[in-house]
């Protein structure tokens, strides 16, 4: 973070600075206090940053900024602590004239995230959202590590209540947005798919008027806003709809697909670590963001060639003797798609075994969208089925008779299943909700991953 007064951030919160410094650092944990620091009280489910105030401004931050006064302490006073977060990343956001991409959607937001962050970090330094710091607490605070050396940010933004997002992009304020779909996440909260629609729309809402916005020309609620919205729309395709880019001559072999990328009369040969068709749609939308940025299109391919998946999203490893899919971060009846048909895919001298769990926070239409997963099973090239969970037994349920099925709410009993089960040369996909946490169950067969 470059330095930025207290008085500054003062004025832009409406309150009165109770002393002069200058802030370098805004911190919420009072174990991570640098020098120059100014420590920010939020107040959530589990814990009060207020009852931490003393403690910060005796562990050397210059001053806090709370909801109400704390005695002894240099206090900026503000009706809202989490609101102030994001005022303040927007001020510091208003002191850089870069590219900021906003990135959202039900499904590969954050593969979508780092492969546009590689391709522009080819062009220069880009700021990228890290894990999944892509709330209203970690999107400002990504912001706030905004430098002089970097040319650009790349931030991911998450949801599951209507406002998030427009509060977020607010603060943001994205040069260019990215919508990459429209699933079920979080329809619990929100209705609908008309209701998510909505919700993720809200991105545009901290945009300037003539802002693009890139998104799908294969998604039925995305691809109409090309005609509807009045500001520039530039859409990709993967399915021989209508767009400004897209995929031809799909192939995917030993975990890498190529493709050519088609925008007019211009085709381009493009190389990426990663198997889907789904991530050839990230791929394409990474690509239009390079475009719009005026990136010459072989540094872009370039900096698709450099990705690599990460973590528990579509990894695909060798395992003892086993290619594991670790697909574990997050599910929908989308990804679910995507991931069986990665699966059935791929090369196997083996079984293919589907590890499907729990798809969380679907609310009333649980039950509907886990028997389409369900039917999805019984038609993908696999040769057995194991469903984790009390929502996944009606996975089981809608599957058919076309494979070995096992269910079982156990973790322990599904590890010594898969133990005796998946043998060299198989290959297992672990899919399901991060709250399942399907990954103990993966390391728990396979060691650390």
């Not at 169950?441 to 060691?447: K, L, P, R, T």
Request: net charge negative; proline share 4%; with cysteine.
């Amino acid at each position: 973070m470059e330095s930025i007064s207290l008085r500054e951030i003062a004025d832009y919160l409406h309150t009165d600075a109770p002393l002069e410094a200058e802030i370098t650092a805004v911190s919420t944990d009072t174990r991570a206090l640098p020098a120059g620091c100014l420590f920010l009280a939020l107040r959530g489910k589990k814990f009060d940053g207020h009852d931490f105030v003393q403690q910060a401004i005796a562990g050397g931050a210059v001053a806090a900024v709370t909801d109400t006064p704390i005695e002894d302490c240099p206090c900026l006073v503000v009706a809202d602590t989490g609101q102030a977060l994001l005022d303040i990343a927007s001020l510091y956001r208003s002191k850089f004239d870069i590219p900021v991409i906003g990135i959202t959607g039900s499904v590969g937001k954050t593969t979508t995230k780092e492969l546009t962050a590689c391709v522009i970090g080819k062009h220069c330094p880009t700021l990228r959202t890290e894990a999944n710091l892509n709330n209203e607490i970690g999107m400002p605070k990504t912001l706030l590590g905004l430098t002089k050396e970097h040319g650009a940010a790349v931030l991911e933004m998450g949801m599951n209540h209507f406002g998030e997002i427009s509060r977020m992009s607010r603060s943001a304020k994205p040069t260019i947005a990215i919508i990459t779909n429209i699933g079920f996440s979080h329809v619990e909260h929100l209705g609908s798919q008309e209701g998510i629609l909505q919700a993720k729309l809200e991105m545009l809402e901290g945009m300037a008027a003539d802002a693009p916005l890139i998104t799908s020309a294969d998604d039925r609620l995305l691809a109409p806003l090309k005609e509807t919205l009045s500001r520039p729309v530039y859409t990709f395709s993967v399915e021989g709809n209508s767009a400004d880019v897209w995929a031809e001559d799909i192939k995917e072999e030993n975990g890498v697909t190529t493709f050519t990328v088609c925008t007019g009369e211009k085709r381009l040969l493009a190389v990426l670590p990663a198997v889907g068709a789904h991530n050839v749609k990230n791929a394409l939308a990474a690509y239009l963001a390079g475009v719009l940025i005026g990136m010459p299109d072989q540094e872009i391919l370039c900096g698709l060639a450099e990705y690599r998946p990460s973590g528990n999203r579509q990894n695909i490893l060798e395992k003892n003797g086993q290619t594991v899919i670790a697909d574990c971060y997050n599910a929908s009846p989308d990804s679910m798609r995507a991931a069986l048909g990665v699966l059935g895919d791929l090369p196997c001298a083996g079984k293919r075994i589907a590890v499907l769990g729990d798809m969380l926070e679907l609310g009333a239409m649980s039950e509907k969208l886990h028997a389409e997963v369900g039917k999805m099973a019984a038609a993908a090239n696999i040769d057995m089925l194991f469903c984790y969970g009390k929502e996944a037994e009606t996975i089981a349920a809608h599957a058919g008779t076309a494979h070995e099925i096992f269910t079982t709410c156990d973790a322990q009993a599904l590890i010594t299943k898969l133990r005796e089960t998946a043998q060299e040369g198989d290959a297992v996909l672990f899919k399901a909700s991060h709250g399942m946490h399907l990954e103990t169950v993966m390391e728990a067969v396979y060691g650390k991953l």
